[in-house]
C-alpha cells in the first residue's frame, strides 16, 4: 500500500472477511493491503464496461428522457434489492439460531 493509506470501514460480508483475513495470513500480508490489490484488478478488468456505461449515461444525459436515463441507471436495482434482502434474511436466520428460546432480540430501530 502507498504511504497516503488511511484506513476507511467498508462492510463486507463475515465469510468474505474471514476469508481475506486467512488467504492474507497465508500470504503474510495485511487482509487491506490485499483487498487494495484486488480493488485494482477489478477495476483494470472492468474498465471498458464503466466506460460504456458512462458514454451511455451521458448520451442519454444529452439526447434522451430522464425516463430512459432513469430506466437506464435503475437497471439493477432489482437485482441489489433481491441480494440485500437476501443478505438480510441470512443474519436474521443467523442470529435466531443464535438466540436461546424463547428470548426475543430487541428490534433495531
Known amino acids: 500500500m502507498s504511504a497516503t ?3 476507511r470501514v467498508v462492510r463486507v460480508p463475515a465469510d468474505t472477511h474471514n476469508e481475506a483475513t486467512q488467504i ?3 500470504r503474510q500480508v495485511q487482509a487491506g493491503e ?4 484486488a480493488w485494482r484488478e477489478y477495476m483494470e478488468n472492468h474498465r471498458e464496461e464503466f466506460a460504456k456505461d458512462l458514454e451511455k449515461t451521458a448520451k442519454l444525459l444529452r439526447d434522451g428522457t430522464l425516463e430512459k436515463l432513469a430506466e437506464f441507471t435503475s437497471r439493477n436495482a432489482d437485482a441489489r434489492a433481491a441480494k440485500a434482502v437476501e443478505r438480510l434474511n441470512s443474519k436474521r436466520a443467523a442470529g435466531d439460531a443464535s438466540e ?4 426475543a432480540k430487541p428490534a433495531r430501530v
Request: aromatic share 0%.
Open 34 to 37: 490485499m483487498l487494495a490489490d
Open 24 to 26: 492474507a495470513a497465508l
Open 5 to 7: 493509506t488511511s484506513t
Open 100 to 103: 436461546p428460546a424463547g428470548e
